[in-house]
């Protein structure tokens, strides 16, 4: 496949085909998610077009295989590192936006402050089954825990509904990597409360608490999720 022009005056610029030839050499390199792989080709057909106007006697190939040579020994390992940190870097600062404007939401507040009410209702009052014995105070805490995670679980399906979960793992670390630090503590937390033998008011009081902290962690990383998603369609990253 040779270039678009034999002047080396003019400008080469690669074909919508030309470029899908840029985008498969990518992929053999080993980089799978297409956002990472369109941050790489925009660097990479430039380098390519720049250096085909130079050559222009030389094969499409030729001119791909020189302009990853000028990449040095890392090659696209750079490029895909610099905005892998820039996208998770941009995700957290979303991300505690998100947390921001869901605590001073009138409509987002008072929905978490209800699931806490909910919490607190079911902690109360929720009949003892003699069969637990020692363990019935672990039960109905954990069954709290596996609503919240089944709740984020369902969030992260719906969002990623359009997605394949394999060609947009960096897009869908957006609604892990930002909560997941937080989630883990409360987690940490929930089990450490529910080794206690009584549920006193105390206890049941913190657990509405980390279980309103936790509804906020999971809208905030579902809000984040969006915000990545709209950003990503801008720049042309997804369809």
Known sequence: ?????NSPKHNIRLTAEQLDVLRA?????????????????DHFACKTEEIWTEEPRLSLEAAMLKAHESFGIMGFSPIANSFSKNMQRQYMQWYKRQVLRICTSLTWMPACLLSGWLVYLFLRHAPALPVL???????????VLLIL???KV???KYSLKNYHY??????????VITGGNWEISVFLTYLFISQAKELSLGVIWCLVVLSIIHQIIILAGYFTFEKAKENARIAGYID
């Open 25 to 41: 050499y990518i992929r053999k390199r080993g980089f799978t998610d297409e956002m990472v792989i369109h941050e790489i080709l």
């Open 149 to 151: 995670l089944v709740e």
């Open 166 to 175: 394999s060609s947009y793992p960096l897009l869908r670390s957006s609604v």
């Open 154 to 156: 369902l969030l992260i």
């Open 133 to 143: 014995g020692d363990y019935q105070n672990t039960y109905a805490i954990m069954l």
């Open 1 to 5: 496949m040779n270039a678009t022009t």
